[in-house]
């Protein structure tokens, strides 16, 4: 009875350590290799950190296409443009004005929200889906297998999940289709335990580890200044020519903007993001305010 006693004691008194060790483990990481995911990151810049990340934990050997990554251009679309100076970038006249590009004006040319999606689906042999507007009517899918669930404004009874429960009705691949003042499409990636960030890795996250992550072609801070960099040093092939605001990035749903340390107005856009991978990766919000729908296309 006594060295049973003992026994316990010293088994009790190592639950402290054990709990410690735990913390410190990497959290689990379950995002699948998949053909649509190679997809995608191969327009992620060189060494971004879920690139890497999906090469560590899935054996994939996914390399950039561009080194910079892929540029934004408001009405790209996957055409013979895109490719046509490879390993260059192409670059082309606007053909309509927005609050940051103007009509006429010169650009690097690159692919839209829409753009990128229809690409990585193309290239990954998967049918063209539905249109995003069609997707919002949630009326026209209802009880179609190709709709899988969301949020719209026109059927209120059907309440949006909360953010940290998402990833239990979303699927790695889903198309997530959002409706504020403009539309846009991203593809859905897990989220950031699924890429084994911890809260001792990411500590202004720890409460974010279980949002949903999105993949898209759309404004984002890194890219201007990449972009003219690339310019500068191309005058003859480049001359007339704008950067970008945006291209290819993963971004985080739903968190609370003023939840971000940083916000940035980098050309016309205010961004709210976190720093990770040692302050190298500019995790962006997805600004979620004014939204009217949410849903997802599953492939």
Same mark, same amino acid.
């Given at each position: 009875?006594?060295?049973?006693?003992?026994?316990?004691?010293?088994?009790?008194?190592?639950?402290?350590?054990? *709990?410690?060790?735990?913390?410190?483990?990497?959290?689990?990481?379950?995002?699948?290799?998949?053909?649509?995911?190679?997809?995608?990151?191969?327009? %992620?810049?060189?060494?971004?950190? *879920?690139?890497?990340? +999906?090469? =560590?934990?899935?054996?994939?050997?996914?390399?950039?296409?561009?080194?910079?990554?892929?540029?934004?251009?408001?009405? &790209?679309?996957?055409?013979?443009?895109?490719?046509?100076?490879?390993?260059?970038?192409?670059?082309?006249?606007? !053909?309509?004005?927005?609050?940051?590009?103007?009509?006429?004006?010169?650009?690097? +040319?690159? %692919?839209?929200?829409?753009?990128?999606?229809?690409?990585?689906?193309?290239?990954? #042999?998967?049918?063209? /889906?539905?249109t995003a507007g069609? @997707?919002?009517?949630?009326?026209? +899918?209802?009880?179609?297998?190709?709709?899988? &669930? &969301? !949020?719209? !404004?026109?059927?209120?009874?059907?309440? /949006?999940? =909360?953010?940290? =429960?998402?990833?239990?009705?979303?699927?790695?691949?889903?198309?997530?289709? /959002?409706?504020?003042?403009?539309?846009h499409v991203m593809?859905?990636? #897990?989220?950031?335990?699924?890429?084994?960030?911890?809260?001792?890795?990411?500590?202004?996250?720890?409460?974010?580890?279980?949002?949903?992550?999105?993949?898209?072609?759309?404004?984002?801070?890194?890219?201007?200044?990449?972009?003219?960099?690339?310019?500068?040093?191309?005058?003859?092939?480049?001359?007339?020519?704008? $950067?970008?605001? #945006?291209?290819?990035?993963?971004?985080?749903?739903?968190?609370?903007?003023?939840?971000?340390?940083?916000?940035?107005?980098?050309?016309? $856009?205010?961004?709210?993001? *976190?720093?990770?991978?040692?302050?190298?990766?500019?995790?962006? @919000?997805r600004p979620t305010?004014?939204?009217?729908? *949410?849903?997802?296309?599953?492939?």
């Amino acid at each position: 009875m006594v060295l049973s006693a003992l026994s316990l004691a010293r088994r009790l008194a190592l639950l402290p350590l054990l *709990f410690c060790l735990l913390a410190f483990l990497p959290a689990r990481a379950e995002v699948q290799r998949s053909k649509l995911l190679d997809t995608a990151f191969q327009m %992620l810049e060189k060494d971004n950190i *879920f690139q890497r990340r +999906y090469n =560590e934990i899935t054996g994939a050997q996914v390399t950039s296409l561009f080194e910079t990554g892929l540029p934004y251009f408001f009405g &790209g679309r996957p055409n013979d443009t895109l490719m046509s100076q490879y390993p260059d970038f192409a670059k082309r006249y606007c !053909w309509e004005s927005t609050s940051y590009y103007k009509k006429n004006k010169v650009y690097i +040319y690159g %692919l839209d929200c829409t753009g990128y999606i229809t690409w990585l689906r193309r290239e990954s #042999g998967l049918d063209k /889906m539905p249109t995003a507007g069609e @997707i919002l009517n949630e009326k026209k +899918y209802r009880g179609n297998d190709l709709y899988c &669930g &969301g !949020w719209n !404004w026109k059927y209120p009874e059907k309440p /949006m999940p =909360e953010p940290q =429960e998402l990833h239990k009705s979303l699927q790695v691949g889903d198309v997530l289709v /959002m409706r504020s003042k403009y539309r846009h499409v991203m593809l859905y990636i #897990g989220t950031l335990r699924d890429y084994g960030f911890t809260a001792e890795e990411v500590p202004e996250l720890a409460e974010y580890l279980d949002y949903p992550l999105g993949i898209h072609c759309s404004s984002h801070p890194r890219y201007a200044p990449v972009i003219q960099e690339y310019i500068d040093a191309r005058p003859d092939y480049c001359r007339n020519c704008i $950067t970008t605001d #945006g291209g290819v990035n993963v971004s985080i749903l739903y968190v609370p903007p003023e939840a971000a340390p940083y916000h940035e107005y980098v050309q016309v $856009t205010l961004f709210d993001y *976190f720093l990770i991978d040692e302050g190298q990766y500019q995790l962006t @919000i997805r600004p979620t305010d004014n939204l009217r729908a *949410f849903t997802w296309y599953r492939p």
